[in-house]
């Protein structure tokens, strides 16, 4: 089953607005991945989080973790059409021997 | 550097056929993992591979598939035989240690007819 539990499965905006979206795991973690997918692309990684931070920038990008709710969020700030893509967050879920749990992902669609 | 490199991009057979997909790691990373993505799964792990040897084959759907990875610079996905229902993209990707960022290659769209 998978780890990671995105939600809105689906977020619609326009250029300029900014896009949250949250992922929820289940298990203890190490750290907390997040990868972004183009159409037909592989997944690229965006920003990895520690279970000991709680909050992580890069660009325009804004990670949070709670790892008392077990849950972390993904803001894209000013968002641009080019942010289209579909977004993933993968947890290590313990110690599984080095392995990423992915979760199904929301799609991103930023209407210029 | 080149990223992570699959062969073919897409691939069309009829079913029955054995399928062979091909994947070059980054240099120096010790980590291999094939995925599998269907609009109705999603992402789903298939086997990882620590320094050429499969760790963890529990996401193979069963014997038809099986993967190789006969040194540090390349691995094989081989399905055999192929049902149309094994139609999907085949991911491989590669990280340097446990859990850091995987570097994804660009896929294998496969078709099964």
């Known amino acids: 089953s998978q780890q990671g539990e995105e939600d809105p499965q689906a977020l619609s905006i326009q250029e300029g607005e900014n896009a949250t979206m949250n992922c929820s795991y289940k298990?203890?973690?190490?750290?907390l991945q997040w990868y972004r997918q183009n159409s037909g692309r592989g997944l690229v990684h965006l920003i990895l989080?520690?279970?000991?931070?709680r909050e992580k920038h890069s660009g325009r990008l804004r990670v949070t973790l709670d790892t008392s709710k077990k849950s972390s969020s993904l803001l894209i700030t000013a968002s641009r059409a080019a942010d289209t893509a579909s977004y993933f967050c993968?947890?290590?879920?313990?110690?599984?021997?080095?392995?990423?749990?992915f979760g199904q992902g929301t799609e991103l669609s930023v209407k210029p | 550097d080149a990223g992570v490199i699959q062969s073919p991009r897409h691939e069309v057979t009829e079913m029955g056929q054995e399928v062979t997909l091909r994947c070059k790691p980054i240099?120096?990373?010790?980590?291999l993992f094939w995925y599998r993505q269907t609009m109705m799964r999603g992402l789903e792990l298939l086997i990882y591979?620590?320094?050429?040897?499969?760790?963890?084959d529990s996401g193979m759907p069963e014997d038809r598939f099986s993967a190789k990875m006969p040194n540090a610079s390349f691995s094989t996905l081989k399905i055999q035989p192929s049902e149309p229902r094994d139609s999907a993209v085949y991911f491989c990707?590669?990280?340097?240690?446990?859990?850091?960022?995987?570097?994804f290659g660009d896929g294998t769209r496969l078709s099964i007819l």
């Open positions: 591979f620590n320094n050429n040897v499969p760790i963890d």
């Open positions: 989080i520690r279970s000991n931070e």
């Open positions: 298990t203890s973690i190490n750290n």
């Open positions: 993968a947890t290590d879920a313990g110690n599984q021997g080095g392995k990423l749990i």
């Open positions: 990707a590669s990280s340097p240690r446990a859990w850091q960022p995987q570097h």
């Open positions: 240099s120096g990373h010790d980590y």
